[in-house]
């Protein structure tokens, strides 16, 4: 996708402004489905209700397969959160893009690795504080030296790692998916009829293979988000 990405400085800071609107975009959309997935509850839930339900005990089982749910249900709104977020953030890109002037405003805010990375960051900043909070300074950071002392490089090192890696696959994945698409829709559909008519069925697969990954990658984020906090509270770690 070439395309510019619309920026604007303020306070000699540049802001992606495409990025700042699908980050509002998605924040808004998530908000309204819970909001409207919650409204009316009932002891026995029926219609949009079993939906909630059937999320929030999704999230439950990722925690309690990594952690204890005394330590871990703290986690739960957290881990709601995130894969609602993901979810809907990687389908924005899907339907369609919106370009404006060569400039590209309308995509999924997943597939900028500057928002990846800044989830994965925050993920992992939060099981430091976490772990500092529930374990206390001594017994966090004595994790870091044991069994043996000389690993302390290597597990300082995995820490960057593992940031690194949740952010940017996530990123690959809706990226990668969003320049196909893209290939599809403005590449071989433009060239002639034939093309036009074999881009179609092509696109409509890669979509519902899209949605398919787009949804794999919320849950990966949203498990292994679970998976880092359990190492970091867990005293069974």
């Keep these: 996708m070439h395309h510019e990405a619309p920026t604007k400085v303020f306070l000699g800071l540049t802001f992606n402004l495409s990025n700042v609107l699908m980050i509002i975009v998605s924040s808004l959309i998530v908000f309204l489905i819970a909001f409207f997935l919650t409204r009316n509850l009932q002891m026995k839930p029926t219609g ?15 925690i309690k397969n990594n952690m204890d749910w005394k330590d871990g249900g ?14 809907i953030s990687n389908m924005l890109g ?21 928002i990846t990375l800044t989830l994965a960051i925050m993920v ?8 500092v909070k529930m374990r206390g300074t001594k017994g966090y950071f004595r994790e870091f030296v044991q ?18 890696t949740l952010g940017l ?18 590449g071989l559909a ?8 074999a881009a179609f069925p092509l696109t409509m697969v890669w979509q519902g293979f899209s949605i398919f990954i787009g ?18 509270v867990s005293q069974d770690h």
Excluded at 74 to 87: A, E, K, N, S, W
């Design 48 to 62: 949009r209700q079993n939906l909630m339900e059937w999320i929030m005990d999704f999230v439950r089982n990722i």
């Design 74 to 87: 703290r986690f739960h709104v957290l881990g709601i959160t995130l894969l609602m977020y993901i979810f």
């Design 94 to 114: 899907l339907p369609f893009a919106i370009t404006v002037d060569h400039q590209l405003w309308w995509k999924s805010p997943t597939a900028d690795p500057g």
């Design 124 to 131: 992992v900043g939060l099981t430091h504080y976490y772990g």
């Design 147 to 164: 069994p043996v002392g000389f690993l302390l490089p290597l597990k300082i090192v995995e820490e960057f790692s593992n940031t690194l």
């Design 169 to 186: 696959r996530l990123y690959g994945n809706i990226f990668a998916g969003e320049v196909l698409l893209d290939l599809l829709v403005n």
């Design 190 to 197: 433009k060239t002639n009829l034939i093309g036009t008519i």
């Design 215 to 232: 949804s794999i990658q919320a849950f990966i984020f949203t498990l292994l988000t679970m998976v880092y906090m359990a190492h970091k």
